[in-house]
């Protein structure tokens, strides 16, 4: 689906918007190099309290809106607390403890669940993370970020 305000905007149309919490409701320990992850134009997702949605790490450098990630590195399933947006480029935060940067989603099981791909310095699995279900993710605005 094309981007409906593709070339139409200067800078991102986002001033300000609250963080978003996510509790780990289930945790995952899988990698793989050739997954094809085709994340969506769409920098931003509109989050209902209690969907639940995959997070899904990367280290590839160039995992943004419109591009294919193949490195797939499984954290968790996480229920969204309460409702809100969640934007490209905001901070994903384990405790107080950036883990990465929101590259974009997937929707390969939607509606069932998005998969939201996190840009990391280097991925780790929710088992390597020791995630444990209960615990809390945020998404944190991050106004530099170029969407």
Known sequence: MPDPYAGLLKKSPYYMKSDLAARVVAVLDTKLDNRGLSLI???SRAIPAGQIHELVATEEES????????Q????AF????TGGV???G???????KEIGKLAGFDETHFPNHLN???????????RELQ?????????????????
């Open 72 to 75: 797939a590195v499984y954290m």
């Open 90 to 96: 905001d901070s994903v935060l384990l405790g107080e």
């Open 116 to 126: 939201i791909i996190v840009k990391c310095p280097r991925a780790f699995t929710g």
């Open 63 to 70: 995992a943004a809106p419109g591009k294919t990630v193949n």
């Open 86 to 88: 969640v934007l490209s």
């Open 78 to 81: 996480v229920e969204f607390l």
């Open 41 to 43: 134009t769409q920098a």
């Open 131 to 147: 995630l444990r279900p209960g615990d809390v993710i945020r998404f944190k605005f991050n106004p530099s970020a170029e969407t």
